[in-house]
């Protein structure tokens, strides 16, 4: 079953004067898709469109044969639950403490404010050294301590989609092994993937599937 396609998709041009043809793209459970590409802002640019940051100026979004609305943000947010996005875009709330940014999506859309972290998330926290930091803000903490709070708070949230903009400069080599951990659970339970790496081994480990980036033209190779 195709979990999402864009057909005769356009998008705008970036802030790096990059244009994409039109170009039709589909992924399915199991699908896991390696970006391929010299440029990384091309690769950049593709992630964000997948993730409803970029709005299309042409062609359709479907996801699970639902065609996405883009006539408002709020038309997209049941979409945006679903999958999981870690990259430089992704973000925290400033004002809340990490451990509110973690129960912040479960709060909101299962609406309770009684909810607690989950053992999982919590084993994930000491492994990746913020459990002592939950009740810190965003400003008070290092770059790279909020990049790993961004990281658990995607993976645990049992995503249909995972999106990854350059993981290992992201997590950073020392607690890779722990991100791959987790990445590897998820690729068995079939959640498709869609991902950019600049390291060679990690971008053909675990791919059957390629997306090709060159120049204005985008094309996709299954292995």
Do not use: W
Not at 101 to 130: D, G, P, V
């Amino acid at each position: 079953m195709i979990l999402l396609e864009m057909t005769d998709y356009r998008l705008p041009v970036n802030a790096y004067e990059e244009r994409f043809d039109d170009f039709c793209f589909s992924i399915s459970r199991g699908d896991i898709c390696s970006i391929q590409t010299e440029l990384v802002s091309s690769a950049s640019l593709f992630l964000r469109a997948v993730a409803t940051l970029v709005y299309p100026v042409g062609g359709k979004y479907f996801y699970k044969d639902q065609q996405l609305d883009f006539s408002s943000y709020r038309n997209l947010l049941d979409y945006k639950k679903r999958i999981a996005y870690i990259a430089p875009e992704a973000a925290m709330i400033s004002n809340k403490t990490l451990r509110e940014n973690l129960l912040f999506r479960r709060q909101y859309f299962e609406n309770s404010l009684s909810i607690t972290l989950s053992e999982h998330t919590q084993n994930l926290c000491r492994r990746f050294n913020i459990a002592d930091k939950l009740d810190m803000n965003p400003a008070d903490l290092t770059l790279q301590d909020v990049r790993f709070a961004i990281a658990i708070r995607e993976l645990v949230k049992s995503p249909e989609l995972v999106l990854l903009e350059r993981p290992e400069d992201y997590i950073g080599h020392a607690q890779f092994s722990i991100f791959e951990e987790e990445l590897e659970k998820i690729i068995r339970s079939g959640t498709p993937i869609i991902y950019h790496s600049s390291i060679q081994a990690f971008a053909a480990k675990y791919a059957n599937k390629k997306l090709l980036i060159s120049g204005n033209k985008i094309t996709t190779v299954n292995q």
